[in-house]
T-cell receptor, first 117, second 110 residues
Framework: DGGITQSPKYLFRKEGQNVTLSCEQNLNHDAMYWYRQDPGQGLRLIYYSQIVNDFQKGDIAEGYSVSREKKESFPLTVTSAQKNPTAFYLC????????????????FGPGTRLTVL | GQNIDQPTEMTATEGAIVQINCTYQTSGFNGLFWYQQHAGEAPTFLSYNVLDGLEEKGRFSSFLSRSKGYSYLLLKELQMKDSASYLCAAFSGGYNKLIFGAGTRLAVHP
Protein backbone atom coordinates (compact mmCIF):
# COMPACT_ATOMS: atom_id res chain seq x y z
CA ASP A 1 0.00 0.00 0.00
CA GLY A 2 1.37 3.40 -1.02
CA GLY A 3 1.03 6.25 1.39
CA ILE A 4 2.54 8.72 3.80
CA THR A 5 3.43 7.77 7.34
CA GLN A 6 4.12 10.04 10.25
CA SER A 7 5.32 8.87 13.59
CA PRO A 8 4.57 9.03 16.37
CA LYS A 9 0.88 10.04 16.43
CA TYR A 10 1.26 11.74 19.80
CA LEU A 11 4.50 13.23 21.12
CA PHE A 12 5.25 14.90 24.42
CA ARG A 13 8.38 16.89 25.13
CA LYS A 14 9.70 19.18 27.80
CA GLU A 15 10.13 22.85 27.07
CA GLY A 16 13.57 23.65 25.67
CA GLN A 17 14.13 20.26 24.04
CA ASN A 18 14.53 19.80 20.31
CA VAL A 19 12.28 17.15 18.79
CA THR A 20 12.24 15.55 15.33
CA LEU A 21 9.02 14.49 13.62
CA SER A 22 9.31 11.84 10.98
CA CYS A 23 7.59 11.77 7.58
CA GLU A 24 8.06 8.96 5.07
CA GLN A 25 6.32 8.39 1.73
CA ASN A 26 6.48 5.49 -0.71
CA LEU A 27 4.46 7.21 -3.45
CA ASN A 28 7.60 8.22 -5.37
CA HIS A 29 6.49 11.83 -5.05
CA ASP A 30 8.96 14.62 -5.75
CA ALA A 31 7.58 17.35 -3.50
CA MET A 32 7.01 17.18 0.24
CA TYR A 33 5.52 19.70 2.66
CA TRP A 34 5.21 20.37 6.38
CA TYR A 35 2.21 22.22 7.82
CA ARG A 36 1.26 23.31 11.28
CA GLN A 37 -2.36 23.49 12.42
CA ASP A 38 -3.53 25.14 15.64
CA PRO A 39 -6.99 24.46 17.14
CA GLY A 40 -9.75 25.89 14.96
CA GLN A 41 -7.27 27.20 12.42
CA GLY A 42 -6.26 26.41 8.87
CA LEU A 43 -2.97 24.94 7.67
CA ARG A 44 0.16 27.08 7.73
CA LEU A 45 3.17 26.08 5.63
CA ILE A 46 6.43 25.60 7.55
CA TYR A 47 8.85 24.21 4.93
CA TYR A 48 8.62 22.48 1.60
CA SER A 49 10.95 20.57 -0.67
CA GLN A 50 10.55 20.10 -4.40
CA ILE A 51 13.50 17.77 -4.94
CA VAL A 52 16.12 15.90 -2.93
CA ASN A 53 18.72 18.08 -1.21
CA ASP A 54 16.65 21.21 -1.72
CA PHE A 55 14.03 22.91 0.44
CA GLN A 56 12.41 26.32 0.90
CA LYS A 57 10.99 28.19 3.86
CA GLY A 58 7.23 28.50 4.07
CA ASP A 59 5.26 31.16 5.91
CA ILE A 60 6.26 30.20 9.48
CA ALA A 61 9.75 28.63 9.24
CA GLU A 62 11.27 30.31 12.32
CA GLY A 63 12.18 27.79 15.00
CA TYR A 64 12.00 24.82 12.62
CA SER A 65 14.53 22.99 10.45
CA VAL A 66 14.26 20.25 7.82
CA SER A 67 16.42 18.01 5.66
CA ARG A 68 15.75 16.13 2.43
CA GLU A 69 18.56 13.63 1.99
CA LYS A 70 16.30 10.98 0.46
CA LYS A 71 13.28 11.29 -1.79
CA GLU A 72 11.16 9.24 0.62
CA SER A 73 11.93 11.15 3.79
CA PHE A 74 11.41 14.73 4.99
CA PRO A 75 11.94 15.00 8.76
CA LEU A 76 11.03 18.17 10.63
CA THR A 77 12.93 19.32 13.72
CA VAL A 78 11.14 21.59 16.15
CA THR A 79 13.87 23.50 17.94
CA SER A 80 13.87 25.25 21.30
CA ALA A 81 13.70 28.54 19.37
CA GLN A 82 10.08 27.82 18.42
CA LYS A 83 8.10 29.78 21.00
CA ASN A 84 4.77 27.92 20.80
CA PRO A 85 5.50 24.44 19.47
CA THR A 86 2.35 22.71 20.76
CA ALA A 87 0.29 22.00 17.63
CA PHE A 88 -0.87 19.38 15.14
CA TYR A 89 1.81 18.80 12.46
CA LEU A 90 0.87 17.50 9.03
CA CYS A 91 3.20 16.22 6.35
CA UNK A 92 2.09 16.06 2.73
CA UNK A 93 3.53 15.03 -0.61
CA UNK A 94 2.76 15.86 -4.23
CA UNK A 95 3.50 13.89 -7.31
CA UNK A 96 5.44 16.25 -9.54
CA UNK A 97 6.90 19.62 -10.19
CA UNK A 98 4.80 20.35 -13.24
CA UNK A 99 2.38 18.68 -15.56
CA UNK A 100 -1.31 17.95 -15.63
CA UNK A 101 -3.86 18.23 -12.87
CA UNK A 102 -2.93 14.89 -11.36
CA UNK A 103 0.45 16.34 -10.48
CA UNK A 104 -0.98 19.03 -8.25
CA UNK A 105 -2.95 17.02 -5.68
CA UNK A 106 -1.38 16.83 -2.24
CA UNK A 107 -1.73 13.71 -0.13
CA PHE A 108 -1.54 14.05 3.63
CA GLY A 109 -0.09 11.85 6.33
CA PRO A 110 -2.10 11.13 9.50
CA GLY A 111 -0.37 13.89 11.48
CA THR A 112 1.60 14.14 14.71
CA ARG A 113 0.16 15.97 17.70
CA LEU A 114 3.05 17.56 19.60
CA THR A 115 2.53 18.75 23.16
CA VAL A 116 5.27 20.64 24.95
CA LEU A 117 4.98 20.49 28.71
CA GLY B 1 -0.35 38.89 -2.64
CA GLN B 2 -1.80 35.48 -1.91
CA ASN B 3 -5.10 35.26 -0.10
CA ILE B 4 -7.88 32.73 0.38
CA ASP B 5 -11.17 33.70 2.06
CA GLN B 6 -13.95 31.41 3.21
CA PRO B 7 -16.59 31.69 5.94
CA THR B 8 -15.49 30.58 9.39
CA GLU B 9 -18.58 28.62 10.38
CA MET B 10 -21.82 27.37 8.86
CA THR B 11 -24.70 25.32 10.18
CA ALA B 12 -27.21 23.25 8.24
CA THR B 13 -29.91 20.66 8.75
CA GLU B 14 -29.62 16.97 7.97
CA GLY B 15 -30.96 16.27 4.47
CA ALA B 16 -30.54 19.85 3.31
CA ILE B 17 -28.11 21.45 0.81
CA VAL B 18 -25.28 23.77 1.81
CA GLN B 19 -22.92 25.86 -0.30
CA ILE B 20 -19.50 26.86 1.02
CA ASN B 21 -17.93 29.76 -0.85
CA CYS B 22 -14.27 30.54 -1.37
CA THR B 23 -12.55 33.51 -3.00
CA TYR B 24 -8.88 33.53 -3.82
CA GLN B 25 -6.01 35.67 -5.04
CA THR B 26 -3.00 33.59 -6.01
CA SER B 27 -0.10 34.20 -8.34
CA GLY B 28 0.37 31.57 -11.00
CA PHE B 29 -3.02 30.03 -10.19
CA ASN B 30 -3.24 26.46 -11.45
CA GLY B 31 -6.23 24.84 -9.80
CA LEU B 32 -8.52 24.89 -6.77
CA PHE B 33 -8.80 22.06 -4.26
CA TRP B 34 -11.37 21.25 -1.60
CA TYR B 35 -10.44 19.04 1.34
CA GLN B 36 -12.55 17.70 4.20
CA GLN B 37 -11.04 17.49 7.66
CA HIS B 38 -12.65 15.87 10.67
CA ALA B 39 -11.43 17.01 14.07
CA GLY B 40 -8.02 15.59 14.94
CA GLU B 41 -7.55 13.94 11.56
CA ALA B 42 -5.66 14.72 8.37
CA PRO B 43 -7.43 16.46 5.46
CA THR B 44 -8.85 14.18 2.80
CA PHE B 45 -9.24 15.15 -0.85
CA LEU B 46 -12.73 16.01 -2.09
CA SER B 47 -12.39 17.76 -5.43
CA TYR B 48 -10.13 19.58 -7.86
CA ASN B 49 -11.11 22.22 -10.42
CA VAL B 50 -8.72 23.72 -12.93
CA LEU B 51 -11.20 24.76 -15.64
CA ASP B 52 -14.28 26.92 -15.19
CA GLY B 53 -17.48 25.08 -14.45
CA LEU B 54 -19.06 22.52 -12.19
CA GLU B 55 -17.57 19.16 -11.26
CA GLU B 56 -20.02 16.70 -9.72
CA LYS B 57 -19.03 13.75 -7.59
CA GLY B 58 -21.93 12.05 -5.88
CA ARG B 59 -23.36 14.26 -3.14
CA PHE B 60 -20.51 16.75 -3.51
CA SER B 61 -20.02 19.25 -6.35
CA SER B 62 -17.44 21.97 -6.82
CA PHE B 63 -17.56 25.04 -9.03
CA LEU B 64 -14.81 27.33 -10.27
CA SER B 65 -14.78 30.74 -11.96
CA ARG B 66 -11.20 31.72 -12.75
CA SER B 67 -12.16 35.19 -13.97
CA LYS B 68 -13.87 35.95 -10.65
CA GLY B 69 -11.37 34.16 -8.41
CA TYR B 70 -14.29 32.25 -6.92
CA SER B 71 -15.17 28.68 -6.07
CA TYR B 72 -17.85 26.91 -4.11
CA LEU B 73 -18.39 23.46 -2.67
CA LEU B 74 -21.97 22.19 -2.75
CA LEU B 75 -23.00 19.43 -0.39
CA LYS B 76 -26.38 17.77 -1.00
CA GLU B 77 -28.49 15.44 1.16
CA LEU B 78 -26.45 16.39 4.19
CA GLN B 79 -25.64 13.68 6.70
CA MET B 80 -24.46 14.02 10.28
CA LYS B 81 -21.06 12.64 9.27
CA ASP B 82 -20.59 15.68 7.00
CA SER B 83 -19.95 17.76 10.12
CA ALA B 84 -16.31 18.71 9.58
CA SER B 85 -14.05 21.53 8.43
CA TYR B 86 -13.86 22.18 4.70
CA LEU B 87 -10.60 23.62 3.43
CA CYS B 88 -10.32 25.58 0.21
CA ALA B 89 -6.82 25.60 -1.30
CA ALA B 90 -5.45 27.25 -4.42
CA PHE B 91 -2.44 25.82 -6.20
CA SER B 92 0.22 28.39 -6.95
CA GLY B 93 2.19 27.17 -9.93
CA GLY B 94 4.68 29.97 -9.42
CA TYR B 95 5.64 28.61 -6.00
CA ASN B 96 4.66 24.97 -6.55
CA LYS B 97 2.58 24.90 -3.40
CA LEU B 98 -0.98 24.97 -2.14
CA ILE B 99 -2.25 28.09 -0.41
CA PHE B 100 -4.87 27.11 2.17
CA GLY B 101 -7.79 29.07 3.50
CA ALA B 102 -8.53 28.94 7.23
CA GLY B 103 -11.32 26.42 6.69
CA THR B 104 -15.09 26.47 7.16
CA ARG B 105 -16.47 24.51 10.12
CA LEU B 106 -19.77 22.96 9.10
CA ALA B 107 -22.14 21.69 11.78
CA VAL B 108 -24.99 19.48 10.59
CA HIS B 109 -27.97 19.27 12.97
CA PRO B 110 -30.79 16.71 13.03
Amino acid sequence: DGGITQSPKYLFRKEGQNVTLSCEQNLNHDAMYWYRQDPGQGLRLIYYSQIVNDFQKGDIAEGYSVSREKKESFPLTVTSAQKNPTAFYLCASRRGLAGGSSYNEQFFGPGTRLTVL
Amino acid sequence: GQNIDQPTEMTATEGAIVQINCTYQTSGFNGLFWYQQHAGEAPTFLSYNVLDGLEEKGRFSSFLSRSKGYSYLLLKELQMKDSASYLCAAFSGGYNKLIFGAGTRLAVHP
